[in-house]
């Protein structure tokens, strides 16, 4: 199929997100954690340097002109994937959602036009601009259809490429250090992932008409994680969650494992996912779509989070469906 141009006029929505005291959010977050976590802590700290092992980001920090940005969405890959139409470039998104210079962290799709097949993309990238030098830590993982192995790839030194198919859920920030939020869980007592933790504290907080938005980074220190990897697209429809999950390559994957996160409290009306989490490991050579830690009694997690001052939506599908959000 041909490929579709990254630079094809896309619609752009944004809306202001509520902004909560640092202090306060940490408190509410704090509360949360221990309804999940027999041992857990919430507080704010100077962003220590996230280019340092274990967390090998792009930039420095999560802090400065922070925004969520959600580009496509499942409706371009469930029931059917229209992969050559959508095809997004990075450094055009930042042209059209003005992002120029923006670290960017998230959860996304890599392009099949790059690596031959279908994947998961865990963007790690500094944008062209002026500020700090571009650089492109973006991994993808993806599956080897002769043995079901996933296999871990770095998407800026392999393939020097920022593009990427379907979907993307993106944390973005002028990358510079700050106040953030820092979240240590150990042993988990409740039923939640982390992140789904934290959001519903947040939202039961704040209330649906207050949506927080939020990114960030967190280590699985010790214990192991569901995973998923994405294999190439599937010849036939997918038209439940069950031919999803059917479709999906499940994986426990080991720590350590480094995860870049998104999420939002709320939806305030843009079709979005709530939240949306990649991860991988340089230790063990894996990647893939973060769903929850399966080992509770050894599970420790170490992460920071910032809070998005805004929310971009990007080329809303128009037909839509709640299939594949989880
Ligand atoms: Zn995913």
């Known amino acids: 199929m041909e490929k579709g141009d990254v630079n094809r006029e896309m619609g752009v929505q944004a809306a202001a997100l509520f902004v909560p005291d640092l202090d306060d959010l940490a408190a509410v977050v704090a509360k949360v954690l221990s309804t999940n976590y027999s041992v857990s802590s919430c507080t704010v700290v100077e962003c220590p340097d996230l280019t340092k092992p274990p967390f090998d980001l792009a930039a420095p920090g999560i802090c400065g002109k922070t925004k969520l940005v959600e580009i496509g969405g499942v409706p371009n890959l469930v029931p059917e994937a229209k992969y050559a139409e959508k095809v997004y470039d990075f450094e055009a998104l930042g042209k059209l959602a003005n992002l120029d210079g923006s670290f960017v962290l998230g959860a996304g799709a890599g392009s099949k036009h790059v690596v031959g097949v279908n994947c998961e993309m865990m963007p790690n990238l500094i944008l062209e601009g002026e500020k700090h030098a571009a650089k492109n830590n973006t991994r993808v993982a993806r599956v080897n259809a002769e043995n079901d192995k996933c ?18 859920n993106a944390f973005c920030s002028a990358g510079d250090s700050g106040k953030v939020l820092k979240v240590v869980a150990k042993v988990r007592t409740g039923d939640d992932n982390l992140v789904s933790c934290i959001r519903k504290g947040i939202l039961s907080h704040y209330g649906p008409e207050k949506p927080i938005g939020m990114g960030g980074t967190f280590l699985i220190k010790s214990g192991k994680v569901k995973t998923h990897v994405m294999p190439d697209f599937c010849s036939c429809p997918l038209l439940s969650e069950e031919d999803v999950a059917n479709w999906l390559n499940f994986y426990e994957m080991d720590s350590p494992f480094m995860c870049l996160s998104t999420f939002i409290s709320q939806d305030p009306g843009l079709d979005l996912r709530v939240e949306h989490t990649h991860g991988y490991s340089l230790e063990n050579q894996q990647g893939g779509h973060y769903h929850t830690d399966v080992t509770p009694d050894q599970i420790e997690y170490v992460g920071y989070f910032n809070v998005a001052q805004e929310i971009v939506r990007v080329d809303k599908p128009t037909e839509t469906h709640m299939i594949g959000r989880d």
């Open 151 to 168: 296999v871990l790839e770095h998407y800026g030194e392999k393939y020097d490429s920022k593009e990427f198919c379907l979907l993307c």
